[in-house]
């Protein structure tokens, strides 16, 4: 959809130009192909003389190690644990080198290219041509563009490009070639539904269970500081910082957070988080409309971690145009270098900015923040909806903002092992559909530099809540439409090495058991999800009322909370905050602080066997229905103050 705008914008900009003759290099080599080939939605060639921006994103250096710092820096075993990185580090240690740029440079003057049409970038990261012509690019790329209908608007794609062979040695990715990544499934949703908010409201609740008692049918934050063993109070919150993303226009009422906080904080009355606007976000509550899930997980997040003050990181959805935000908007915010990473953003899923309509933001919001010391994403994606290349740029940067201390946190979906529906799961070839039998991946759950958390629930009948009595959260909220936490393995990322030991035991016990399963999804993918946490019954106050609402969107919250806590004894102590904390849970030294979460499973696709049958079960250990378990904060606390 993003394409077209962008063409029509464009297209306005009728230039005649004598088109180059270019002579075709024989020592090309195809560069990047499109995962999926949606031929029958392909409707013509693209116009010879329509003007696209050519952008050619050169290769960082020290990618390859990327991984191997992480480790450095977050590994409990490591002798540098805690050392983390300055974003000046950062950048220095990524950026192409000098040659790199000459050498693409040079390749498009041989072309014929005129030098004043090339540009490049502050930070030496890309090559672009402005206005380049499709025929042009059709010529230096060796391919060919089609317009592609996509949800009633049109698209373009290559099906692949080529390169000079040592042109291709130093580059990453041209755009726009390959990216578009449209498929069936995305087709028969409405936009609406391919992202799924991890947020399902449910009943009229009774307000003030302020006991563990009742937690199995109303959760407040004395059944989670029950379930998850939190007594400890901040200290050091001047120094410490948490942040809550958000992507909604009608984000919370203040007078809802009072209300919750009358009951459950009433030292919190009358404060509000600290807004962070990015790309024109702004908190913009309209009483007696529908709300966004902001006001519940601010809620939660507030009193859990109280007096801490916290960030709200607010994107500008409406501002931008945009229907669905994308992941990268607080990524830029927070770090300048990532808006020209790599080419930086891309159309097809990022916002144009600047943007080509009439009172289009202008100026995108780069490198405005410090990136908080935990980062709350209560959303989650699909894996299968976007191109390796965007995935592997955005999880780079999820790896870089551990290298410089932050924790990164999503939602691992609430659909199991499934799609964005409940049940839909992918074919042999590669699309989501109800008969598919392949399991899905949640994003960035499936990108192993983030933590995915997961959803439990109180067991039913629990008189009172205290570590041990929760279960897998599972619930069939419509016959054949069920609800659980997100959880498998990546179709596309290997299992990284902080979670081998986890993840073998788990696929040793499987076969043992179950080994029919193992065909289902990729045994050697990053698994998920890390954590969990409770996601059902939560009470919240919304619009003038209480109500509860479900969804991994609170259990992230939860977890983003806890490890603010942690991070407040390790500051209070002198220590610097725990960063990218996945090394550290997966390890057996910290296996006993987490509560194991043993009943249960998660539901799956629905062509095998019934609703749920293709879900996980839980078991003893880390499994993909809830991780290594939930979080017990007295007991962690005592881990990560044995660490430097
Ligand atoms: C809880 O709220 C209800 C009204 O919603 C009220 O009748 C009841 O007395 C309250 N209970 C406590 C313990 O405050
Ligand atoms: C997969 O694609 C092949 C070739 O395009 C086609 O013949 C087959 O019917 C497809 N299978 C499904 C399950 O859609
Ligand atoms: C999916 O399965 C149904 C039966 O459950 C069948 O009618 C339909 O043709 C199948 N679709 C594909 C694409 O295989
Ligand atoms: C919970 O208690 C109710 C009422 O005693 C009973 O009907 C139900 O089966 C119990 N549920 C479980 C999971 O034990
Ligand atoms: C809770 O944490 C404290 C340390 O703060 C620890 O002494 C205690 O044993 C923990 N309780 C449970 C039930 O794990």
Not at 100 to 125: E, F, I
């Amino acid at each position: 959809m993003r394409y077209l705008r962008l063409i029509c914008g464009l297209s306005l900009v009728s230039l005649i130009r004598a088109t180059p003759t270019l002579e075709r290099k024989v020592d090309y080599v195809v560069h990047e192909k499109r995962v999926e080939h949606p031929a029958s939605l392909r409707t013509r060639r693209l116009e010879g003389h329509t003007l696209l921006p050519l952008r050619i994103g050169l290769k960082q250096r020290n990618l390859d190690n990327l991984a191997d710092y992480l480790m450095s820096v977050s590994d409990p075993n490591s002798q540098t644990y805690g050392q983390h990185w300055t974003p000046e580090k950062v950048v220095e240690t990524f950026a192409p080198a000098k040659e790199t740029h000459d050498t693409v440079r040079r390749w498009l003057l041989d072309a014929g290219v005129d030098a004043r049409r090339v540009h490049r970038s502050v930070n030496n990261a890309w090559v672009e041509i402005p206005d380049a012509t499709v025929a042009e690019i059709e010529q230096l790329l060796d391919t060919q563009y089609h317009v592609y209908k996509h949800e009633g608007s049109e698209h373009i794609a290559c099906d692949s490009y080529s390169l000079p062979r040592s042109v291709a040695e130093v580059v990453d990715i041209v755009t726009p070639t390959v990216q578009p990544d449209v498929n069936l499934a995305d087709l028969q949703n409405s936009a609406k539904n391919r992202r799924s908010w991890n947020h399902q409201k449910i009943s009229r609740a009774p307000p003030n269970s302020t006991s563990p008692a009742g937690c199995d049918t109303n959760v407040t934050p004395d059944c989670l500081r029950a379930l998850y063993n939190m007594t400890y109070t901040p200290q050091a919150t001047d120094k410490n910082s948490f942040g809550i993303v958000s992507y909604f226009s009608n984000t919370y009422l203040q007078s809802d957070l009072d209300m919750f906080f009358r009951n459950f904080s009433p030292s919190l009355v009358g404060k509000s988080p600290a807004l962070v606007s990015i790309n024109g976000g702004s908190v913009d509550p309209v009483e007696g409309s529908a709300f966004s899930e902001d006001g519940w997980i601010l809620e939660y997040a507030m009193t859990l971690t109280q007096p801490q003050p916290v960030m709200f990181l607010q994107v500008g959805g409406p501002q931008t145009g945009d229907i669905i935000p994308s992941f990268n908007q607080w990524l830029d915010a927070v770090d300048g270098s990532y808006c020209t990473f790599e080419g930086g953003d891309d159309f097809t899923y990022d916002p144009i900015i600047p943007s080509p309509f009439p009172g289009g933001l202008l100026k995108k919001d780069c490198g405005i923040i410090k990136p908080p010391h935990v980062v709350s994403n209560s959303q989650s994606d699909h894996e299968n909806r976007f191109s390796q290349f965007y995935l592997q740029r955005q999880c780079n940067e999820f790896a870089k903002l551990g290298l410089m201390g932050t924790t990164v946190i999503y939602s691992s979906g609430n659909t199991g092992t499934t799609g964005p529906q409940s049940g839909l799961c992918l074919d042999d070839n590669g699309s989501m559909t109800y008969n598919g039998t392949k399991f899905l991946s949640g994003w960035p759950a499936a990108c192993p530099w983030i933590t995915a958390v997961g959803g439990t629930q109180v067991k039913a009948n629990t008189t009172v809540a205290r570590p041990g009595t929760e279960e897998v959260w599972n619930e069939e909220v419509a016959p054949g439409v069920f609800f659980s936490g997100g959880g498998g393995f990546s179709n596309r990322f290997p299992t990284p090495s902080y979670q081998k030991n986890n993840v073998e035991n788990f696929l040793k016990n499987l076969k043992k058991n179950d080994p029919a399963q193992l065909k289902h999804f990729n045994n050697n993918g990053r698994a998920f999800p890390d954590l969990s946490a409770n996601a059902n019954h939560f009470v919240a106050a919304e619009d003038g009322e209480f109500t509860t609402d479900r969804g991994t969107s609170g259990a992230v919250p939860t977890v983003g909370s806890i490890v603010t806590l942690i991070n407040d004894a390790r500051i209070h102590a002198g220590k610097t905050p725990v960063g990218f904390i996945n090394p550290a849970i997966h390890s057996p030294n910290f296996a006993n602080a987490f509560n194991d979460i043993t009943s249960g499973s998660s539901g799956g696709c629905k062509s095998i066997q019934g609703v749920r049958d293709g879900g996980f079960k839980a078991g003893k250990g880390w499994d993909p229905a809830s991780g290594v378990g939930t979080p017990n904060l007295g007991l962690l606390i005592e881990k990560w103050l044995a660490l430097p």
